[in-house]
């Protein structure tokens, strides 16, 4: 290193590839599962590795190399971690603690077995089943990698393990063999749309910027992930860097831009750090930087990070952001592959839009078509959250069903609970229905449906979810994060909050209802930016598919799932009362009274709610009763 040709970064990945197969214990280093003790799993292996001097047992070879120990990116199942995967055979372990590690040094390592306890397992028919090996498990059957490839298998600080599955083989064919023409053609050809939640043909876009004539170019990744409960791009740059690396330079010499940055949250600290390696270790074996292998190409790298604004997502306020402004959307046209960073073409890509890239490149747009739909082509990674039982990052076939999505992949619903509603697209995004769970997952369906792809959050709600609660938990996100700019979304958010406010505290009427219908439309249909104009799809969709539970909140001050404060109340039972005189003591606006001997009431029309009385009882006589459509609680 480093790489001057071609020829030597193929004969180098050769070599890789014709070392000794040993035995990999892969340890998930993604942040699910670091917070739940990954670290001190991996110091454990690394313990008794060094301790008893293993030799790679797995596969009972004749070299002297000890198992390959490593710290890996999200293997998915982040619900069950931590998670150890022991290669080549793929067993899967989860739930590892560092007690744990001597059973699996023992029985897995030296002895050739399986942890039996550690694996995968379902209860079915009174009949426990168990999957000790990855691919076998319900949560990956029917999952794809394409994106997320590399993430659970590989060193993300290691090129070493990049190079040894390919990488950067794509770039040496593009700029050695291929012309910016044939490259855009290619990812024309694929079909692949970005996947930053607009779904705009990203060869298009690239088009774009290659036909606008200028001396300086850009290519921008927003890795500015907003959403709450997203985690996928996050993912991807913890877990691969270099794919996202290796993208963005194909799509610098395919536009001609010799400089990009990278968008990325201080907030994820651990992506920045993996990145920042990444770009160093790039550049030093000489796959970025001048005249790459030995061509004209030239190609390099930034790190802008954000302060952590959601508006920072929408193109124009990322590139002012990147260029020292406050973030704040600007009217297009004209749009960024004309006139953008510092007024030359650019390109912004997210993160799995990039991903993409280099795999396409090398298999082909024909293969990458073999997945997915004809409008919709390939995958999508989406965070599984909310009341769902298999949480984590999941990668699945653009088509697939909501149903398949959540209730195969994901497991269904937590603690056999009835499944209510899925919320797809992040805050923007809409709210769907049991009847739309056999609904395709592709752009064009989910948009009839009036919900969108948006970056590829999916919260899944059971029976115990106030649909008008989570609307208004959505809006508040969006209001809070608008940047003021422009009045519809300033204040028509603010307006719609207010109502929305004044329903979960019962004191909206009927009429509230059709002004925040108006007001939604207004904002949608006036706002400068695509945060303005999706953040009213949560108040739309669930007015559109659960209005009876919005008029039950208006009409009869009732909230089915037990949400709503404002729709309870609580009484004091004469027969339980001691008139101890606690309750009244705690009480912070002074509404309940009584006397000696005599037992004491609450004043509903000052009761706030508080519930200081009922954890103050120590007799258990506070009673909470919740208002039902047929009674008055």
């Given amino acids: 290193m480093p790489f001057k040709t071609k020829e030597e970064l193929e004969r180098y990945i050769q070599e890789l590839k014709n070392k000794p197969v040993t035995a990999q214990v892969l340890v998930c280093g993604g942040l699910g599962c670091l917070a739940k003790g990954a670290e001190a799993v991996y110091k454990r292996f690394q313990e008794l590795i060094e301790k008893n001097q293993l030799s790679a047992t797995v596969e009972k070879t004749t070299d002297d190399h000890q198992p390959s120990l490593k710290e890996t ?25 560092p007690e744990d590690v001597d059973r699996i040094v023992e029985e897995t390592l030296i002895n050739n077995r399986v942890v039996d306890d550690l694996v995968y397992q379902e209860e079915t028919n009174q009949e426990i089943r168990k999957w000790p090996l990855m691919k076998d498990v319900p949560f990956y059957r029917k999952q794809k990698k394409i994106v997320l490839r590399n993430c659970g298998s590989i060193d993300p600080e290691e090129l070493d393990d990049y190079l040894f599955h390919d990488g950067y083989l794509a770039l040496t064919k593009v700029v050695t063999t291929m012309s910016p023409d044939d490259v855009i053609g290619e990812i024309l050809k694929s079909g692949l749309r970005g996947r930053g939640g607009g779904g705009f043909p990203t060869g298009r876009k690239w088009q774009f910027a290659r036909l606008s004539k200028s001396e300086r170019k850009f290519i921008v990744c927003n890795g500015d992930e907003g959403d709450p409960g997203a985690f996928m791009d996050r993912s991807v740059m913890e877990g691969d860097p270099h794919t996202v690396i290796e993208g963005m330079a194909i799509a610098g010499y395919a536009f001609g831009a010799q400089e990009g ?24 074996a000489g796959l970025i930087g001048k005249n790459l292998f030995g061509t004209s190409f030239s190609f390099d790298l930034t790190i802008k990070e954000g302060a952590g604004a959601f508006v920072c997502g929408e193109e124009t306020a990322l590139l002012a952001s990147i260029e020292g402004k406050r973030g704040m959307p600007n009217p297009r046209p004209p749009f960024p592959a004309n006139k953008g960073l510092w007024g030359y073409p650019t390109v912004i890509n997210n993160v799995e839009t990039l991903a993409n890239v280099p795999i396409i490149i090398l298999k082909g747009a024909d293969w990458f078509r073999s997945f997915g739909t004809v409008n919709s082509p390939g995958t999508k990674t989406f965070a599984l959250s909310g009341k769902i039982r298999n949480t984590g990052l999941a990668e699945v076939p653009m088509g697939i069903s909501l149903r398949e999505l959540i209730f195969d992949v994901g497991g269904g619903v937590q603690n056999n609970r009835k499944f209510k509603a899925v919320q797809i697209g992040g805050p923007s995004g809409g709210c769907l229905t049991e009847q739309h769970l056999d609904l395709a997952v592709d752009y064009d369906s989910l948009c009839a449906a ?28 969006t209001q809070n994060e608008s940047c003021g700019k422009c009045v519809p979304c300033r204040e028509g958010t603010k307006h719609m909050l207010n109502v929305l406010q004044k329903i979960v505290e019962a004191r909206a009427k009927v009429e509230d209802l059709d002004l925040l219908i108006e007001t939604a439309e207004v904002v949608r249909d006036a706002s400068l930016c695509g945060l303005g104009k999706t953040a009213p799809n949560p108040v739309l969709t669930t007015l559109r598919y659960f209005k009876d539970e919005y008029l039950d909140h208006v009409n009869n001050h009732v909230c089915v799932a037990h949400v709503c404060n404002a729709m309870k109340e609580y009484r004091i039972d004469p027969e339980k009362c001691r008139a101890c005189g606690k309750c009244a003591r705690v009480c912070p606006v002074k509404c309940i009274s009584g006397r000696p001997k005599v037992p004491y009431v609450i004043d509903q029309e000052a009761c706030i709610k508080c519930g200081s009385c009922f954890e103050a009882c120590p007799f258990d006589a506070v009673l909470v009763e919740w208002r039902s459509k047929n009674h008055e609680s």
């Fill in 73 to 97: 990116g999200c293997m998915g199942l982040c619900e069950a971690g931590p998670l150890v995967r022991i290669e080549p055979k793929g067993i899967l372990y989860l739930r590892v603690k």
């Fill in 261 to 284: 940055y990278i968008y990325v949250r201080a907030e994820y600290p651990l992506a920045v750090k993996r990145l920042k390696k990444a770009i160093a270790d790039a550049r030093e």
């Fill in 450 to 477: 009036g919900a969108i792809m948006g970056s590829g959050g999916l919260v899944t709600m059971d029976e115990d979810t106030c649909i008008v609660e989570l609307a208004r938990y959505f809006l508040h996100f």
